[in-house]
């Protein structure tokens, strides 16, 4: 595990080398089935072993503590777009005002998410070169 404070001091961010650090930090030794929500309100349980097996297959993974902690699992094939979704989802669930019904409080975060999803792909457009429409003014 790796501590790595912003210099906003109040959000720390703590990256594992594997998976299996991450969600072991999450979940304990417990809980052999693992109830989540998907980003679109879908429930889901799972056995520990397929949970991680689709969270392998994502190539990244975190859970967030509090309004403070961040914790991330990014695989080596992680995409750029994947990790800043995965940040910004996680972000999305220490933004205020927390939803006490899960559903709806994946579901903020999944919208976080996307919109960073999506700053990003119009972002990566427009700074490659021959893909905006705008004429340079240098
Ligand atoms: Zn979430």
Excluded at 30 to 59: F, H, Q, V
Excluded at 79 to 88: D, N, R, S
Aim: charge should be positive.
């Amino acid at each position: 595990m790796n501590e790595r404070p912003f210099t906003d001091e109040t959000i720390q961010v703590f990256t594992y080398k594997t998976l299996a650090e991450c969600t072991d930090a999450c979940w304990g030794n417990g809980g052999i089935l693992i109830n989540g929500c998907e980003s679109d309100g879908r429930p889901y349980t799972m056995t520990r072993k397929k949970a991680m097996t689709a969270y392998r297959k994502r190539k990244c993974w975190g859970f967030c503590r509090g309004k403070s902690e961040v914790h991330l699992w990014i695989g080596k094939k992680a995409t750029k777009e994947q990790v800043i979704g995965l940040i910004a989802h996680e972000l999305g669930h220490m933004a205020r005002p927390f939803r006490q019904e899960t559903q709806a409080e994946e579901i903020k975060a999944g919208r976080y998410e996307k919109i960073a999803k999506t700053a990003y792909n119009i972002a990566t457009d427009l700074l490659t070169p021959g893909q905006s429409d705008t004429e340079s003014e240098e």
